[in-house]
């Protein structure tokens, strides 16, 4: 069963925009935050993105000003806005959910920049 669903991914010209979804199954009970992580080919997986159940963020400093998240905690959904993206964005996105007991990931959606 699918616990965390992405949508949003794709190709995209340098300088553009996309959005990215993520909506967590009705089976995780109880979501303390939602995150967004990327890897790049032959790279590690790193944070670009958090959220809190309370609403509190942060953002790898690679992506501030440039990348928005938010939530819907009734929804158990979150969002990635990304504006003026560059070609080093590149890379697939996972979505993240962590509870008390579990840490979740989605399969990851990719999204290509070209320059």
């Known amino acids: 069963q699918v616990q965390l669903a992405e949508s949003g991914g794709g190709l995209v010209q340098a300088g553009g925009s996309l959005r990215l979804s993520c909506a967590a199954s009705e089976t995780i009970f109880s979501i303390n935050a939602m995150g967004w992580y990327r890897q790049a080919p032959g790279k590690q997986r790193e944070l670009v993105a958090t959220i809190s159940s309370g609403g509190s963020s942060k953002y790898s400093d690679s992506v501030k000003g440039r990348f928005t998240i938010s939530g819907d905690n009734a929804k158990k959904k979150v969002y990635l806005q990304m504006n003026s993206l560059k070609p080093e964005d590149t890379a697939v996105y996972y979505c993240?959910?962590?509870?008390?007991?579990?840490?979740?990931w989605g399969q990851g959606t990719q999204v290509t920049v070209s320059s």
């Open positions: 993240n959910a962590e509870s008390p007991y579990y840490v979740y």
